[in-house]
Nanobody, 124 residues
Framework: QVQLVESGGGLVQAGGSLRLSCAAS????????MGWFRQALGKEREFVAA????????YYADSAKGRFTISRDNAKNTVNLQMNSLKREDTAVYYC?????????????????WGQGTQVTVSS
């Protein structure tokens, strides 16, 4: 079992940057593919980015390509999401998720563990 705690959200102007972090408990962090998802008010939760267990392979939603970068540090049990060139439509609660022995899927239901979420608000 793994527990996930996100941090780094906040209020930022359009065009700015934020770096989200997710700290995981447990000693088997490198057995989990990790993903970032987001949920805007009144909308379904959607995939943002994922990283393989080794960290060598990354996956992005089209909306995140070229602006967001996901990375992980298996020694520190952390996964990060660097978000640049933020837009108003990036406003959402961002969630970190873990998929044991996963392959970095985009599917919400494939992830067994979720953090509590961190709010990102982008103002114009």
């Amino acid at each position: 079992q793994v527990q996930l705690v996100e941090s780094g959200g906040g209020l930022v102007q359009a065009g700015g940057s934020l770096r989200l972090s997710c700290a995981a408990s447990g000693r088997t962090f490198d057995s989990y593919a990790m993903g970032w998802f987001r949920q805007a008010l009144g909308k379904e939760r959607e995939f943002v980015a994922a990283v393989s267990m080794s960290g060598l392979t990354t996956y992005y939603a089209d909306s995140a390509k070229g602006r967001f970068t996901i990375s992980r540090d298996n020694a520190k049990n952390t996964v990060n999401l660097q978000m640049n060139s933020l837009k108003r439509e990036d406003t959402a609660v961002y969630y970190c998720a873990a998929d044991r022995y996963g392959a970095g899927t985009r599917t919400v239901s494939e992830y067994e563990y979720w953090g509590q979420g961190t709010q990102v608000t982008v103002s114009s």
